[in-house]
């Protein structure tokens, strides 16, 4: 039996097609929303009408069954390129939608006699729509999830393989044509690729469209529907994520916790609002101030978390006091200014959350307890556990340029203070009596480096030197009684660490001395 494609057939199947993916995907399209099911829908539609145009070929004049089908089918495949842009939130420049099928309708206007020439031109402009449509979704290819994608691009590059064949083939003279509607390889060639490529563009791009759509509704219920931060559940979430791999790789971690202060005041006084507007604004203040990976979420009402992946304790410390001066610098809406107070800890590989945000949570009350707009840090109140040393839960204890306070006297000594903190970091509590020499070794440094730096600032003219000079006797103060009962036996290996770490390196060297390196023409 001898087996013959019914070419008609085969148009009127693909015409039906065509009508029922441009109604159905027209009927779930929603008008505003650019998503490209709308140009995808019109480009089914216009497909189709050409196609029944050129059904009719020999039956209506040459001007609709030749030029305004052509015109019609390349428009059709600018609509998908359209429909692509659209979805990936792209531009798409209007000559790519009217380009082609202009150009179909002048190139084959001069060949109305000769149709092989008119299936080389037009193919070779649906060529390029279609290597632009397959740039565009390679190009893209990472930020579309889900499967949909390739049954696009798999339609997308069997038209193109079977466009560009065509093209070759009349070229070469390998294939001729008396008539469109002739039973010729070709032809059949021609409507069994574009059958199947119809379904697997349709099918495709809603599949995509439906993926996408999963994929953001999942997105959004990550999000605080207000601010657009990460919600509490999802902090939770990579919370614990983070904990896995510290416990794993020994990466520091940190968290800040941020309360507005007397928010109520604002809300009191400019009404609920405005108190949005303004938790919108300090969301965004506080996005431009942390790192990419940092991660800020709301915890509820007025209060935030930052979570700092690969963050020591002075990262933390230094992240925390950026935010608060940030908050500070500028309105947040209009003229209402608002300050904030942070809670700070790093996370101990011993840590639960728990036991970790209810430190920072300590750190955030002392911060509000001490008059607000300020970050106190607590430090770790117990000796880190195994796979994790001290130096690298407490990050980043080194020196760095940017602590140079502009002048070389201090900043010779802030360096010996800094070596002199780590040495006691690195010495365990067993090493009683390197302990306690190392302390006061300590101590004699900060001292002599204390009457150093009154007497640079005094000669500088600073203007808060007395302020200065006033918070060095309280450490030093502060520091004899640690002597004292150290050498009583009552001094533990933590307290000292919280002295020198956090009172006397952190609060004092990075808070306290910072403030007056613009004076001295530092960093
Ligand atoms: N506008 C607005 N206000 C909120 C929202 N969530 C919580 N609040 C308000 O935030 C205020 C929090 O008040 P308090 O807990 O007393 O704290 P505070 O006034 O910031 O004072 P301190 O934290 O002690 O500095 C309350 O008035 C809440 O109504 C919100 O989504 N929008």
């Given at each position: 039996?001898?087996?013959?494609?019914?070419?008609?057939?085969?148009?009127?199947?693909?015409?039906?097609?065509?009508?029922?993916?441009?109604?159905?995907?027209?009927?779930?399209?929603?008008?505003?929303?650019?998503?490209?099911?709308?140009?995808?829908?019109?480009?089914?539609?216009c497909?189709?009408v050409g196609y029944v145009l050129l059904?009719l070929r020999?039956?209506i004049p040459d001007l609709f069954s030749v030029l305004l089908a052509n015109m019609l089918v390349t428009g059709?495949?600018?609509?998908?390129?359209?429909?692509?842009?659209?979805?990936?939130?792209?531009?798409?420049?209007?000559?790519?939608?009217?380009?082609?099928a202009?150009?179909v309708v002048?190139?084959l206007s001069?060949?109305?006699?000769?149709?092989?020439?008119?299936?080389?031109?037009?193919?070779?402009?649906?060529?390029?729509?279609?290597?632009?449509?397959?740039?565009?979704?390679?190009?893209?290819?990472?930020?579309?999830?889900?499967?949909?994608?390739?049954?696009?691009?798999?339609?997308?590059?069997?038209?193109?393989?079977?466009?560009?064949?065509?093209?070759?083939?009349?070229?070469?003279?390998?294939?001729?044509?008396?008539?469109?509607?002739?039973?010729?390889?070709?032809?059949?060639?021609?409507?069994?690729?574009?059958?199947?490529?119809?379904?697997?563009?349709?099918?495709?791009?809603?599949?995509?469209?439906?993926?996408?759509?999963?994929?953001?509704?999942?997105?959004?219920?990550?999000?605080?529907?207000?601010?657009?931060?990460?919600?509490?559940?999802?902090?939770?979430?990579?919370?614990?994520?983070?904990?896995?791999?510290?416990?794993?790789?020994?990466?520091?971690?940190?968290?800040?916790?941020?309360?507005?202060?007397?928010?109520?005041?604002?809300?009191?006084?400019?009404?609920?609002?405005?108190?949005?507007?303004?938790?919108?604004?300090?969301?965004?203040?506080?996005?431009?101030?942390?790192?990419?990976?940092?991660?800020?979420?709301?915890?509820?009402?007025?209060?935030?978390?930052?979570?700092?992946?690969?963050?020591?304790?002075?990262?933390?410390?230094?992240?925390?006091?950026?935010?608060?001066?940030?908050?500070?610098?500028?309105?947040?809406?209009?003229?209402?200014?608002?300050?904030?107070?942070?809670?700070?800890?790093?996370?101990?590989?011993?840590?639960?959350?728990?036991?970790?945000?209810?430190?920072?949570?300590?750190?955030?009350?002392?911060?509000?307890?001490?008059?607000?707009?300020?970050?106190?840090?607590?430090?770790?109140?117990?000796?880190?556990?195994?796979?994790?040393?001290?130096?690298?839960?407490?990050?980043?204890?080194?020196?760095?340029?940017?602590?140079?306070?502009?002048?070389?006297?201090?900043?010779?000594?802030?360096?010996?203070?800094?070596?002199?903190?780590?040495?006691?970091?690195?010495?365990?509590?067993?090493?009683?009596?390197?302990?306690?020499?190392?302390?006061?070794?300590?101590?004699?440094?900060?001292?002599?480096?204390?009457?150093?730096?009154?007497?640079?600032?005094?000669?500088?003219?600073?203007?808060?030197?007395?302020?200065?000079?006033?918070?060095?006797?309280?450490?030093?103060?502060?520091?004899?009684?640690?002597?004292?009962?150290?050498?009583?036996?009552?001094?533990?290996?933590?307290?000292?660490?919280?002295?020198?770490?956090?009172?006397?390196?952190?609060?004092?060297?990075?808070?306290?001395?910072?403030?007056?390196?613009?004076?001295?023409?530092?960093?």
């Open positions: 039996m001898e087996f013959h494609v019914h070419v008609p057939t085969m148009l009127v199947l693909s015409i039906v097609m065509s009508l029922t993916f441009a109604g159905s995907i027209g009927w779930v399209a929603r008008p505003g929303v650019r998503d490209g099911l709308l140009p995808l829908s019109l480009g089914f539609a497909h189709a059904g020999g039956m059709a495949c600018s609509l998908l390129l359209l429909a692509v842009a659209q979805f990936l939130q792209e531009r798409l420049a209007s000559a790519w939608l009217w380009g082609p202009l150009a002048l190139l001069a060949y109305l006699d000769d149709i092989n020439t008119r299936v080389i031109l037009g193919g070779s402009v649906l060529v390029v729509v279609f290597a632009a449509l397959l740039w565009r979704l390679a190009r893209a290819h990472r930020r579309i999830s889900g499967r949909g994608r390739y049954l696009l691009l798999t339609g997308v590059l069997i038209t193109l393989v079977l466009l560009i064949a065509r093209v070759v083939l009349f070229a070469t003279g390998a294939a001729v044509l008396e008539q469109v509607l002739d039973y010729a390889p070709s032809q059949v060639m021609l409507y069994v690729t574009a059958f199947v490529s119809q379904i697997l563009l349709g099918t495709g791009f809603l599949l995509m469209a439906k993926e996408s759509a999963e994929a953001q509704a999942r997105h959004q219920a990550m999000l605080d529907s207000l601010t657009g931060c990460w919600n509490r559940a999802r902090i939770e979430a990579l919370v614990k994520y983070e904990m896995a791999r510290l416990k794993r790789y020994g990466t520091p971690l940190s968290l800040l916790l941020l309360d507005m202060d007397h928010f109520k005041l604002i809300n009191d006084q400019h009404g609920h609002l405005l108190g949005d507007s303004v938790l919108k604004a300090f969301v965004a203040r506080v996005q431009g101030v942390i790192r990419e990976t940092d991660l800020l979420g709301r915890w509820g009402g007025e209060e935030f978390v930052v979570l700092l992946p690969s963050s020591g304790f002075v990262a933390m410390t230094q992240m925390a006091e950026r935010i608060r001066a940030q908050v500070e610098a500028l309105p947040m809406v209009g003229d209402v200014r608002v300050t904030v107070s942070l809670g700070c800890a790093s996370c101990q590989s011993t840590d639960s959350w728990e036991t970790w945000l209810g430190r920072a949570d300590v750190a955030l009350y002392r911060a509000k307890a001490a008059g607000r707009n300020r970050a106190e840090c607590e430090m770790p109140l117990t000796r880190p556990g195994p796979g994790l040393s001290v130096a690298e839960s407490l990050g980043e204890l080194v020196w760095r340029d940017e602590y140079l306070s502009g002048n070389p006297e201090i900043d010779d000594e802030h360096r010996t203070l800094f070596v002199s903190a780590r040495r006691l970091f690195d010495l365990q509590q067993e090493e009683e009596g390197s302990l306690t020499a190392a302390a006061r070794v300590f101590v004699a440094e900060l001292e002599a480096h204390m009457a150093t730096e009154e007497r640079v600032l005094a000669n500088a003219g600073y203007p808060e030197c007395a302020a200065h000079t006033a918070l060095h006797r309280q450490l030093a103060e502060r520091a004899h009684r640690l002597l004292e009962a150290q050498a009583r036996g009552q001094l533990t290996f933590d307290e000292l660490l919280h002295f020198v770490v956090y009172e006397v390196t952190v609060q004092h060297l990075f808070i306290e001395d910072a403030k007056f390196h613009a004076h001295l023409g530092g960093a």
